[in-house]
C-alpha cells in the first residue's frame, strides 16, 4: 500500500522538521499532520487533527478555511471567484469521450496564475482514461467521487489502486476522495468510517458529500443539495489525520452553522452558489456572485469565532 512520502530536513538543536508529501512534491504550502511526528515547521498551512481544521497562515498570520466551488467551466467566473477569496477553482469532466473540452484547460490555466489552486473531477474511473486526463490538464488536485456505498469489495479495491497508481505516476497532483455520508436516519455509520480508513493511505484530501439512493449523476457522489448527517461527519473528522472538507447543501445560509457543527478544515459549495431558474431552482454551471460573496463572508466569519479564546460553541 502507498503511504504518503515524508522527509525530514534537519533543523536547529536536536528537532527535526518533519514535511509532508505535499510540502515536497505539491506545492500546497506544507499540510501535514499534528501528531507523534514533528509538524511541518516552515508549513504556512499546519493542520490540526484535534481541531479538525486547516490553518492557512498569509502575511497577517490569519487563519484561513479551505473554501472550494465546483462546476466552474469558464476562466472569467474562475478569476472572478479568486478574487472573491476562493481557494479550490473545480472543473468536471462530463464523460470520457468529450474529456479534452478547451473550456476546462481555459480554467486551470487560468487558475494557475492566481494563489488558488485547480481541481478537477473525472466522470469516469478508467484508468488510461483518468491519466490520459491528468497528463492533458495537470491540475493541482484530482477530486474521485465515486458512490462508495454502493461499491462491491472488489470495486472498492479498484478504486483504491487507481489512487496509488495515480500518485505514482502524477506524484505532483494531489488527490482529493469524496467519502459519501447519507442524509438523515440510517445505520450505515460504521461502513462509512470503514471507507474513510481504507482510503486514507492513498489520499492527500477527504470531501465529505451526502448519499442519496438515487444520485444526480449514476455512480457517483455530490449535486444533491441536501445536507449530510453533520454528527457522522464530525465523527469522520475526528478519527481521520488528513483534511477533510465538508460538501453537501452548503450555501450562504446554513455554512456557519455546518462549520460549528464539524469543524472541517475546509467547506465546499456547489448548488448552493449556483445562479437560480425562474422557479428558483440552481442553474448547473453558473455561479451567483452574490451568493459567492456572502457564502465567503460567513465562512471567514465563522474562522474569526474559531480564532476567538471561547472558539465556536457547539450548540447542537
Known amino acids: 500500500m502507498s503511504t504518503p512520502i515524508r522527509k525530514r530536513i534537519p533543523v536547529k538543536g536536536n528537532s527535526a522538521r518533519m514535511l509532508c508529501r505535499f510540502c515536497l512534491t505539491a506545492g500546497l504550502r506544507g499540510l501535514e499532520r ?18 479538525g481544521r486547516l490553518q492557512i497562515y498569509g502575511g497577517s498570520g490569519r487563519k484561513r478555511m479551505i473554501i472550494q466551488m465546483y462546476e466552474i467551466q ?23 469521450v468529450r474529456w479534452n473540452a478547451p473550456g476546462i484547460e481555459n480554467v486551470i490555466g487560468a487558475v ?17 482514461a483518468v491519466y ?17 456505498l454502493l461499491c462491491s469489495t472488489e470495486e472498492l479495491e479498484r478504486l483504491r ?52 439512493p438515487h444520485s444526480p449523476v449514476a455512480g457517483f457522489t455530490g449535486i444533491t ?11 469522520l473528522v475526528r478519527q ?16 456557519m452553522e455546518a462549520i460549528r457543527a464539524v469543524r472541517p478544515a475546509g467547506v465546499d459549495t456547489c448548488t448552493g452558489t449556483n445562479a437560480r431558474d425562474p422557479d428558483g431552482m440552481p442553474i448547473r454551471f453558473q455561479k451567483d456572485l452574490r451568493r459567492v460573496r456572502r457564502f465567503v463572508d460567513q465562512v471567514r466569519s465563522a474562522e474569526k469565532a474559531l480564532a476567538s479564546p471561547c472558539g465556536m460553541k457547539n450548540t447542537a
Not at 499534528?34 to 481541531?51: D, N, Y
Not at 445505520?187 to 465529505?208: N, Q, T, W
Not at 488528513?242 to 450555501?251: R, S, T
Open 74 to 96: 469558464t476562466p472569467q467566473e474562475a478569476r472572478a471567484l479568486v478574487e472573491l477569496g476562493v481557494d479550490h477553482i473545480g472543473s468536471v469532466i462530463q464523460d470520457d
Open 161 to 212: 489502486h487507481l489512487q496509488e497508481g495515480v500518485r505514482d505516476a502524477f506524484p505532483t497532483v494531489a488527490l482529493m476522495r469524496t467519502i459519501p455520508v447519507p442524509a438523515g436516519p440510517h445505520d450505515v455509520g460504521e461502513k462509512v468510517l470503514a471507507l474513510a480508513r481504507r482510503f486514507e493511505p492513498a489520499s492527500d484530501f477527504f470531501l465529505i458529500d451526502t448519499h442519496v
Open 240 to 255: 481521520t489525520g488528513i483534511p477533510v472538507i465538508l460538501a453537501g447543501g452548503l450555501g450562504p445560509e446554513n455554512v
Open 225 to 235: 443539495g441536501k445536507t449530510c448527517d453533520w454528527e457522522l461527519a464530525a465523527d
Open 132 to 148: 490520459r486526463a491528468l497528463d492533458h490538464f495537470r491540475p493541482d488536485i484530482l477530486h474521485l467521487c465515486e458512490s462508495l
Open 34 to 51: 499534528i501528531g507523534p511526528a514533528q509538524p511541518c515547521r516552515q508549513a504556512e498551512i499546519p493542520f490540526c487533527g484535534a481541531a
Open 112 to 128: 494557475r496564475k492566481t494563489p488558488a489552486k485547480s481541481s478537477l473531477i473525472p466522470l469516469f474511473s478508467d484508468p488510461g
